[in-house]
């Protein structure tokens, strides 16, 4: 199945801001962010379809999961 | 040297320097101001009238080698809100007035014939000058003109055209190590200034030095302070991409207020985003780091070049570009970066004047998206006073008055700025019930409902947020008490190093022995202080909620409304 993948901050840096991924069902968040050679401790915030998520969580058919390093501001 | 307290009275033209009245000794920044307001303001009085004090005060640790300890408060009854204001900005002047012996400068009066005058402030006193070479002229020129005058590294605090105008948006500018400008932004401060005809303060310490009472124990405590400050991952991420670097991360959540807070994500906030500003700043020859104060280990300000790689402006900030962009709908970063120039240079708050513009554009008076049109009436209309101008440099709720709009995102006439509340719900119990209206800095609830910092509290959900949004405002009020910058806090909840390590910075300025329970005391004062003022100068417990279109219009994407009933607001106070 198909979902979309959106990196922020650094996490662009030699990686991508926006792609199509093609994953197997029951695939975790977690495993998107090993996938994507992202060290999880630097994760900061995760979010599918724009509502706050966990690596547990399992995406489905054309799910939006954005990943964004430990930012902040004001 | 001792600390002092500087009066000015503008009324008969004279000043005094006075010893520090127990009651205040212990006070600074936020809370001197508060206390200080509180004592000797009428809280019935005009803002504009002769009753009004401007209250300017550095923070406790301000002027000494702690790390983020320049920033500076100044406090007032608000001509925009009529509640007790404090607002603070970095720049060097908190750090001169320190350094010079103040403790804090009060001014107080109004002058009785029509002329400006600036204010000469040394470790000896305050001198009144009558000014006219810059009456009438923007920030810039003041901060140019004064370098011409004087060799010396003064310190200034500037207002420019919204002031003299006394304008509800008028800001105050403090200059910034670079000739550049950070600004005291909300509340229509500056228009007090210009009620009392002060063009311009300037500071001057000479030698003067902040005594330490133990110089070892306040490096001990500095290394740790600073240390945990910057290895905090939001610490580099400010660093990289400014404050800016929320645009993305706030559109994905779906509280990012578009197009005049009608939906809660922007088409255009790649475009306006943080990763877009850095890479551009990189491309011109801009600077991506950039500190406000001598000794800001963060560094979150910047210098932003045009597309000739001359310096546009600095100190380009989130709440700006968020306001001007998507609240606006300019998806153009350089337009942005214009009308941000413009605005320090007129001396007017960028949220309150960007919000201004997105309720004009709701009523036709200039059409979403045209960025060169708020650029034109800044300069045409706004620095020149005429009937528009005046309109939309009194705020947005000006604006909703005189154009008959029903959607006008305010709380006590002050404008909402860039986390649309019913989608990030903690943050509209700050705005319902901060004591200065509308105002993201009182409880930063960003930090918890967003970012996951200091835990996690779901944004979409009434859970937990009242008492989150209670002890948010409560350390806010305490750290603005210090000098130190808001953007600690990132470190101080996560870090169990942190507090205690500023705690000691006090102790050891001061001889003190204070502790984690007497700083939560003095966060809790200061909010029942100011509460107390504006209980006195007429308002009530209805005050304390949203506009009403924010309980009825549902925000896309997650089409959800603010839903707290009033009973459940005024819990808040519970404490």
Redesign the interface.
Known sequence: MQITV?L???F?ENRF?IEMWEIGEGTTVGEIVDKLNINRE?V??L?LN???TEFTVKPASDDVL?I??????? | MADKIFRVNMTNLTTSVEAVPAAWAGHGGRGLTSTIVAAEVEPTCHPLGSKNKLVIAPGLLSGTMAANSGRLSIGAKSPLTGTIKEANAGGTAAQLLARAGCKALIIEGLPKEDKWYSLALTPEGVTIKEETELVGKGNFTVIETLAKRSDAKLGVLTIGQAGEMRMGSANISIKDPDGGLRSNGRGGLGAVMGSKKIKFITIDPKDGKVAIANPEKFKEANKVFAKALADHPVSQALGQYGTNVLVNIINESGGLPTKNFTSGQFAGHESISGETMHDTIKERGGKVKHNCHAGCVIQCSQVYNDANGKKLTSGFEYESIWAMGADCCVDNLDHIAMADKLMDDIGIDTIETSVAMGVAMEAGVLPFGDGLGVCRILQDEIAKGTGLGRIIGNGAGSVGRAYGITRVPVVKNQAIPAYDPRAIKGIGITYATSTQGADHTMGYTIATNILGVGGKVDPLTKVGQVELSRNLQIATAAIDSTGMCLFIAFAALDNAECLPALIDLINARFDLSLTGDDVVNLGKYILKTERTFNTAAGFTATDDRLPEFFYSEPLPPHNVTFDFTGEEIDTFWDF
């Open positions: 959106k922020f901050a650094y662009r801001k630097e900061g915030v979010m724009s509502r706050h954005a964004f390093p430990v930012i902040g501001g004001g």
